[in-house]
């Protein structure tokens, strides 16, 4: 799939033609460069690899910092490799938001927001016990039984409890681009994108 790297914004809303409301998500994809194309002969698969965001020279170790001069770029921030692209590409070109057009679906890959240690009802959309009454105390948000009894006297594995949720890379299928704004880099999608405003995120079509 061919695609951009990009910074989600944050959210906000426009109005379509018809006068709906669209909730969208702003991501800011500034020109990426291509700054190494494997090819089957030399790394025996074929890829396009895309450089976003820049960084400080002193903070880049000597490999990467050849590997960026080779391509004729200053340093990037995030190095990101996707499989194919339509148009031809070279070392040091750069990509931006005319690989989109308005009203095309896309796909958005992220990295979830991390929200530590949770509950079942949290993490799972468990109901909890329901009632509060008969005596009852700290239970209401209680996962309840989680094994049986002599056979097989274990855990089943993959059962649904309390654990570290989120900051997972998760992809978003299927949104719709409503807008985009070249002059500014910008691209607005029609629904919601995984991470915190500020985080990397993929565009891929």
Request: charged share 25%; proline share 4%; glycine share 14%.
């Amino acid at each position: 799939m061919q695609g951009i790297i990009g910074k989600k914004i944050g959210m906000t809303s426009i109005f379509s033609e018809e006068g709906k409301m669209l909730p969208c998500t702003v991501i800011e994809a500034t020109p990426n460069v291509v700054t190494q194309i494997k090819t089957m002969e030399n790394d025996g698969y074929e890829a396009v690899q895309l450089a976003y965001g820049e960084k400080k020279e002193k903070n880049v170790g000597k490999p990467l910092l050849g590997h960026f001069k080779k391509a004729k770029t200053t340093p990037k921030k995030k190095l990101v490799e996707f499989d194919s692209f339509e148009q031809e590409m070279e070392l040091g070109k750069e990509i931006n938001l005319d690989l989109f057009i308005e009203g095309e679906f896309v796909d958005v890959v992220g990295t979830s927001k991390g929200k530590g240690f949770q509950g079942v009802v949290k993490r799972h959309g468990f109901a909890g016990v329901g009632q509060s009454t008969h005596g009852q105390h700290n239970r209401l948000r209680a996962p309840g039984s989680v094994g049986a009894g002599s056979d097989p006297s274990r855990v089943f594995k993959g059962m649904r409890m309390a654990g570290r949720m989120g900051g997972e890379r998760v992809t978003t299928f299927n949104l719709q681009i409503v807008k985009i704004v070249p002059e500014k880099s910008l691209l607005f999608v029609k629904g919601a994108v995984p991470g915190f405003n500020g985080s990397i995120v993929l565009v891929k079509k």
